[in-house]
């Protein structure tokens, strides 16, 4: 099953420049987390949210979560070519051993 | 941090074989691991929720009798897929829970297994 939605599905800026993405989201979730992949690679875990927190920062990712319309944006600032990836949000619901659900990502591309 | 391994890395398989992806949880216990598989250029879907010493639970769609879950000890959990076929070609990746650190949140994901099948 999926959760959420991602959009745009693919992304092409310049370096220097933000990237923004948004992930929508069907039932009530108690966080939801950013995961970045490079090409055929695993996961690396970004930051999380919490369902009662609005927004977060780390380094040059910025966090926004609104429940009430259920999505979430990533904001990536100064991008770099390194920031080159497959971006996915992913939700979770706490009953006993509920797992990550994922959207279906956001591709970046970022040319210097 | 903590550290979920995937062996094999990679696997090549003729069709109608069957192949064993180990998952393990270096250095700490989870008694609950997940099981993903990811298709090209496509998000990761859930196949399976791996229970140490009991059943798995396997999402709708995904076979139980082609993908046999075993989770005997509480670092290591192996997804083999029986008598695969070209379109069990995907990526398998891991992911587990420390339950120790008592952190529900923290899911540590491991590097992913490609099966081609040819």
């Known amino acids: 099953s999926q959760q959420g939605e991602e959009d745009p599905q693919a992304l092409s800026i310049q370096e220097g420049e933000n990237a923004t993405m948004n992930c929508s989201y069907k039932?009530?979730?108690?966080?939801l987390q950013w995961y970045r992949q490079n090409s055929g690679r695993g996961l690396v875990h970004l930051i999380l949210?919490?369902?009662?927190?609005r927004e977060k920062h780390s380094g040059r990712l910025r966090v926004t979560l609104d429940t009430s319309k259920k999505s979430s944006s990533l904001l990536i600032t100064a991008s770099r070519a390194a920031d080159t990836a497959s971006y996915f949000c992913?939700?979770?619901?706490?009953?006993?051993?509920?797992?990550?659900?994922f959207g279906k990502g956001t591709t970046l591309s970022v040319s210097s | 941090g903590a550290v979920v391994s995937q062996h094999p890395s990679r696997v090549i398989c003729k069709s109608g074989t069957s192949v064993k992806i180990e998952c393990r949880s270096l250095?700490?216990?989870?008694?609950?691991m997940f099981w993903y598989r990811q298709f090209p250029k496509q998000s990761l879907m859930l196949m399976a929720t791996?229970?140490?010493?009991?059943?798995?639970?396997?999402e709708q769609g995904v076979e139980k009798d082609k993908f046999l879950i075993n989770h005997a000890s509480l670092t290591l959990s192996t997804l083999t897929v029986t008598s695969a076929h070209p379109e069990d070609s995907s990526f398998y990746i891991c992911?587990?829970?420390?339950?120790?650190?008592?952190?529900?949140?923290?899911?540590?994901f491991g590097p992913g297994t490609r099966l081609l099948v040819l």
């Open positions: 039932t009530s979730i108690n966080n």
């Open positions: 791996s229970n140490e010493g009991s059943k798995a639970t396997y």
């Open positions: 250095d700490f216990q989870a008694t609950t």
């Open positions: 992913a939700t979770a619901t706490y009953q006993a051993g509920t797992a990550l659900i």
């Open positions: 992911s587990a829970r420390d339950q120790k650190r008592g952190n529900q949140e923290t899911q540590y």
């Open positions: 949210i919490r369902s009662n927190e």
